[in-house]
């Protein structure tokens, strides 16, 4: 029984203030989110402000599953320069305090800079040994702090978008408890979703869900771009996935939040109506080649 629980992103409005999308969010029907570390969503440093928005949480009966720590082109936790690095991680630990105010269960973090590098052979090794710094000091917050560290696969252009990198990261981590996140688009785009997909098996503990065309990280409901979700539900289930998916969709449109919020209840219910038909089919003639699943 593959019977996960789908949640949404607040990063899905990171134009809005995160006060005025709580209670429309749960209004459609979701319960467990993805909290976004946007400044002008949410500002992350701002303990009141914190405090403040983990008892309206409280008081709507909604779960901050996990938050998304910080990610921006100034922000780089392998940065050759240390006051550069020294700031980014520093803004990555005051994340971690955030989360663990709002309760969440994961703090999400790329494990790269959020822009392309061209690299010679020294300052790769350079930029890869100075970030398994960043993230042992990170995850040792983390863990002080009741949460997890889970790192997310970045886009295949990005310094540590390629899985091996995220395994040698991972695997230079001192301590078991950080685990990853499986970014659906990010995947697509590398070629490479069912192979990441069976590599992170044993440390996946969340799946940011979204779908595109194929050329952009298109943030798409799942099942409105190029994405076999019934192929990639069947195989998170054949690993033995036990996690949670949070809906990942783009917030820069100019939509009204009632539009995506339709959107992302139509995107929960194609998602539900996948795994209820893998449940069926295995209880029914067990192990099968399963065909491709598109919304009708």
């Given at each position: 029984m593959s019977d996960w629980p789908v949640g949404l992103s607040t990063g899905s409005f990171y134009r809005r203030g995160i006060m005025e999308c709580l209670e429309p969010i749960r209004a459609h029907g979701f319960t467990i989110l993805e909290i976004c570390?946007?400044?002008?969503?949410?500002?992350?440093?701002?303990?009141?402000?914190?405090?403040?928005?983990?008892?309206?949480?409280?008081?709507?009966?909604?779960?901050?599953?996990?938050?998304?720590?910080?990610?921006?082109?100034?922000?780089?936790?392998?940065?050759?320069?240390?006051?550069?690095?020294?700031r980014s991680i520093g803004e990555m630990l005051r994340a971690a305090e955030a989360a663990a105010i709002l309760d969440a269960r994961y703090l999400v973090l790329h494990p790269g800079p959020e822009k392309e590098l061209d690299l010679g052979p020294a300052e790769n090794m350079a930029r890869q040994r100075a970030g398994i710094l960043a993230l042992n000091e990170i995850a040792a917050r983390c863990r002080a702090l009741n949460l997890r560290l889970v790192l997310e696969n970045m886009l295949p252009h990005l310094f540590c978008g390629a899985i091996s990198n995220l395994l040698r990261s991972l695997g230079d981590i001192r301590g078991e408890e950080v685990g990853t996140c499986l970014d659906t688009g990010h995947g697509f785009l590398s070629g490479e979703l069912d192979h990441i997909t069976t590599v992170l098996a044993g440390s996946l503990k969340m799946v940011h869900a979204s779908d595109n065309g194929g050329q952009y990280d298109d943030h798409l409901p799942p099942g409105r771009g190029r994405i076999d979700w019934l192929r990639l539900l069947s195989h998170l289930q054949r690993t033995g996935f036990a996690g949670s998916i949070i809906l990942e969709l783009n917030g820069d449109s100019a939509e009204k939040p009632a539009s995506l919020l339709r959107q992302a209840q139509a995107a929960r219910l194609y998602l539900r109506r996948l795994l209820r038909r893998l449940d069926l089919e295995a209880g029914a003639a067990g192990p099968k080649m399963l065909t491709e699943g598109r919304p009708d």
């Open positions: 570390s946007y400044r002008k969503h949410l500002d992350y440093q701002d303990r009141d402000q914190v405090r403040r928005i983990a008892r309206h949480l409280e008081a709507l009966g909604l779960e901050a599953y996990s938050f998304h720590a910080p990610f921006a082109g100034d922000l780089d936790i392998t940065a050759p320069d240390e006051g550069n690095r020294r």
